[in-house]
Structures are given as structure tokens and as C-alpha cells.
């Protein structure tokens, strides 16, 4: 199993930037589909980015194609976000997901999950 440990969430203006990291344990995050999920108050867990099982291809949610990044550094274990021109509609809580499938978008396809960092965007 993998372990997933998140980190870099806090508090910025509109507009602003920040980076979250993934830092995972127990197996080699690249031998899984590793990417990013939110979740709001009240609303359903949502899909960001994520890395292909196995290789270097992203895919994106619409809602943040062009402005989220997310990359990773093998010899770290580590998965990033990087968040660019925030707005307050990303307010959520994010979440690093791992699975055993090779593209999964869907939070019932992914099977290991971190604890979640806040990020919260003031208007």
C-alpha cells in the first residue's frame, strides 16, 4: 500500500498562487495514476489533475486546465500542485489520490487518499 501525505495549503488573495505537495510512502507513487481532488463545503468531491498510471501524461478538470499544474519529482515520491491566478470558487479542501487504474477521473476509482490540506481564496 501507499501512504500519502499532503501539504501547502493556507490562505490567498484572488489571484494569487500556491503550491501543494504529495509526499508519498510505502510504494513508488509513478507506479500508480497519482493526482489531485477538492472538495467545498457541501458539494461533492471533484476531480483536478492527475498523472497517468505509469507515465508522464496529465489531464486536466476544465475548471482549472491552464491554471493548475500538477508535476512531480520521482526521487522525492512527491506529487505537486501548482496553483496559479486562484480564485474564491477554489476554496475547498484538496486531497492526493493514488490508484491502481490507468486514468481515472473519478473519486470511487481511486483507492488511497491523503488527509487533505485547506485551501481557502479570499475575494
Known amino acids: 500500500q501507499v501512504q500519502l501525505v499532503e501539504s501547502g495549503g493556507g490562505l490567498v488573495q484572488t489571484g494569487g498562487s500556491l503550491r501543494l505537495s504529495c509526499a508519498a510512502s510505502?510504494?513508488?507513487?509513478?507506479?500508480?495514476?497519482a493526482g489531485w481532488f477538492r472538495q467545498a463545503p457541501g458539494k461533492e468531491r471533484e476531480f483536478v489533475a492527475a498523472f497517468v498510471r505509469g507515465g508522464s501524461s496529465t489531464y486536466y478538470s476544465n475548471s482549472v486546465q491552464g491554471r493548475f499544474t500538477i508535476s512531480r519529482d520521482n526521487a522525492k515520491n512527491t506529487v505537486y500542485l501548482h496553483m496559479n491566478n486562484l480564485k474564491p470558487e477554489d476554496t475547498a479542501v484538496y486531497y492526493c489520490?493514488?490508484?491502481?487504474?490507468?486514468?481515472?477521473?473519478?473519486?470511487?476509482?481511486?483507492?488511497?487518499w491523503g488527509q487533505g490540506t485547506q485551501v481557502t481564496v479570499s475575494s
Open positions: 489520490a493514488a490508484s491502481v487504474y490507468t486514468a481515472p477521473q473519478t473519486y470511487h476509482d481511486y483507492n488511497y
Open positions: 510505502g510504494r513508488t507513487l509513478s507506479s500508480y495514476a
